[in-house]
């Protein structure tokens, strides 16, 4: 038992997936990367005041035009989404700093907040535009 019991705490971080909230300076973005099953850098434009897609997919049930994604390959997308990556718990992110984990990293900058995977593909999102590449 004594063997057993290392083990399986040792294994736990292993099978954890990594979550880091984040938001820029003025909370008008808001930001989270995972890794894990489900791997992507996210962020939620709070209060968009120009749709760079105003027309969301036909097969979008749910909340179209505030949420972007980058999952480990492939380009960024707006994301059609029925949740919010907002966290009371997110650090903020310095206008000049950036943030990495899994292969994906942020960076906020005073034009907004860009997220790129290993492949250098992602988005820059601000109120007034989207970018994906």
Known sequence: MKLVLPLIL???????DDLIFFHSPSSDIQCMIAT???PAARCDVMEVTNLSHPIPPADCDLDWGHA?????????APACVGDTVASPDAMELGYGQSVELGGFRCISERAGMTCVNGQGHGFTVAKASQKMF
């Open 36 to 38: 894990g099953d489900y």
């Open 10 to 16: 040792l294994s736990g971080p292993v099978l954890a």
């Open 68 to 76: 972007f994604e980058v999952g480990p390959i492939g380009r960024g």
